[in-house]
């Protein structure tokens, strides 16, 4: 397995006990919550109790006091032991952060805390029916009203979102302004009296075991002080700083299971016998694996770029979205070719690349279309003319 360029003794004891929590907390259960689509509960505060959840928080609001790397570490060796179930990468990766970096002193001190101990579980809600990667479009409203807003919508492929009872909500307070009439209000669901309700928990391709559901609400109640940051309009502006870090992290996860494929293919290839040798030294078998290897090298030596951006402050939007669409990309071409080495065993669910061939898929979908990151790199390309 590679190295990071950052990779220190520090990082790789986190990294070892990181994996023996998932070897022996997640992994016995994944069948299981796999059936259920959903996690129990209790496994949240076990992952608190094990230091895994907001690694990369401030001390001083309950979290780890690490940075970048020590997510990264934590949420890689999750996607490279499959088992998917607890979605911690949304919660301490990315949710935590949102409320870190724009909410309030108090928000903070309430919050975090929480969500480092497992009794709040994080969720972020844009998607909604019909709208998909096209923010501007949402529909949900939160109208004024006293000392509340009122929120109306409908959201739906929220990760966490049978579980989540603290979802940062993407919601439109101005709609005549358009981008600038977005806003993110925190709904604390446990506090709410009526009007929330999730829906169904979706089946899904793969990640059966990360429950994903729909999310109601009908005149929902909250405080305008569960506004995220100081005013109005902010929501926009919020989502494209987070979402660059959100991108690395896709990205970094999809490198973990390209490595992992290639590792079960080569042990594959070494012991399976074809005319009486091993199928490993076969030509084409030697070169495809040369083909994977190649670029997962690549890949990882560009997200350790990024990774040092991101540590320094200087991850650009365009960055990131090469980092995502690349690296997803040839995550899937990666765990492609391995399932075709591993022939008909490799569409058998009882072989880890058949449950990598299902996971890794909602990856270039995940943070943004690919799509939508080559839009973001071209418009950057066109400012250099401007």
Same mark, same amino acid.
């Given at each position: 397995?590679r190295?990071?360029s950052?990779?220190n003794?520090?990082?790789?004891?986190l990294?070892?006990s990181?994996?023996?929590?998932?070897e022996?907390?997640?992994l016995?259960?994944e069948?299981r919550?796999?059936r259920q689509?959903?996690?129990?509960?209790?496994?949240?505060y076990?992952?608190a109790?094990a230091?895994?959840l907001?690694?990369g928080?401030n001390?001083?609001?309950?979290g780890g006091?690490?940075?970048f790397?020590?997510?990264?570490v934590?949420?890689?060796?999750?996607g490279?032991?499959?088992c998917p179930?607890l979605?911690?990468?949304?919660h301490s990766?990315?949710?935590?952060?949102?409320?870190?970096?724009f909410a309030?002193?108090? #928000?903070?001190?309430?919050? &975090?805390p929480k969500?480092?101990?497992?009794?709040?579980?994080?969720? !972020?809600?844009m998607? +909604?029916? =019909?709208?998909?990667?096209?923010l501007q479009?949402?529909r949900?409203?939160a109208?004024?009203?006293?000392?509340?807003?009122?929120?109306?919508?409908?959201?739906?492929?929220?990760?966490n979102?049978?579980?989540?009872?603290?979802?940062?909500?993407v919601?439109k307070?101005?709609?005549?302004l358009?981008?600038?009439?977005?806003s993110?209000?925190?709904?604390?669901?446990?506090k709410?009296?009526e009007?929330?309700?999730?829906?169904?928990?979706l089946s899904?391709?793969?990640?059966?075991s #990360?429950?994903?559901a729909? &999310?109601?609400?009908?005149?929902?109640?909250?405080p305008?002080?569960? !506004?995220?940051?100081p +005013?109005e =309009?902010?929501?926009?502006?919020?989502?494209m700083?987070e979402?660059g870090r959100?991108?690395?992290?896709?990205?970094a996860?999809s490198?973990?299971?390209m490595?992992?494929?290639?590792?079960e293919?080569?042990?594959f290839?070494s012991d399976?016998?074809?005319?009486?040798q091993p199928?490993?030294?076969?030509?084409?078998?030697r070169?495809?694996l040369?083909?994977?290897e190649?670029k997962a090298?690549?890949?990882?030596a560009f997200?350790?770029?990024?990774?040092?951006?991101?540590l320094?402050?200087?991850?650009?939007?365009?960055?990131?979205a090469m980092?995502?669409?690349?690296v997803?990309?040839a995550?899937g071409?990666?765990?492609?070719?391995c399932?075709?080495l591993?022939?008909?065993?490799?569409?058998?669910l009882?072989?880890?690349?058949a449950?990598?061939?299902?996971?890794?898929?909602i990856?270039r979908?995940?943070?943004g279309t690919?799509?939508?990151?080559?839009?973001l790199?071209a418009r950057d390309?066109?400012?250099?003319?401007?």
């Open positions: 397995m190295q990071p950052w990779m003794a520090e990082l790789e004891l990294r070892d990181a994996r023996r929590f998932y022996t907390e997640l016995p259960h069948e919550w796999g689509q959903v996690v129990d509960r209790e496994i949240w076990k992952a109790e230091g895994l907001c690694p928080i001390e001083e609001y309950g006091g690490g940075n790397m020590h997510e990264i934590i949420f890689s060796e999750q490279r032991m499959l179930g979605g911690n990468a949304l990766g990315i949710v935590a952060h949102y409320i870190e970096n309030s002193e108090a #928000q903070k001190r309430e919050w &975090l969500m480092a101990s497992g009794e709040l579980v994080g969720g !972020l809600a998607t +909604e029916p =019909g709208t998909g990667s096209d479009s949402i949900t409203m109208r004024k009203e006293g000392d509340e807003y009122v929120i109306n919508g409908a959201k739906t492929y929220i990760t979102g049978s579980t989540a009872n603290l979802i940062c909500l919601v307070t101005n709609p005549e358009g981008a600038k009439g977005i993110i209000v925190v709904v604390e669901t446990d709410v009296k009007g929330f309700r999730r829906g169904r928990t899904k391709v793969g990640l059966h #990360q429950d994903t729909e &999310l109601f609400f009908e005149d929902v109640r909250v305008q002080s569960n !506004l995220l940051g +005013e =309009g902010q929501g926009f502006r919020q989502l700083k979402l959100e991108r690395l992290i896709t990205a996860m490198l973990a299971c490595e992992r494929a290639i590792d293919t080569l042990q290839t399976r016998k074809v005319f009486g199928l490993m030294s076969m030509q084409n078998t070169f495809k040369a083909e994977c190649t090298a690549f890949a990882g997200i350790d770029q990024c990774v040092e951006k991101l320094h402050g200087r991850l650009d939007s365009a960055s990131a980092a995502k669409w690349w997803t990309e995550c071409q990666v765990v492609d070719e399932v075709q591993h022939g008909g065993a490799g569409y058998m009882e072989y880890p690349i449950r990598l061939y299902q996971n890794v898929r990856h979908i995940l943070a690919n799509e939508i990151m080559k839009e790199i390309l066109e400012q250099r003319v401007h």
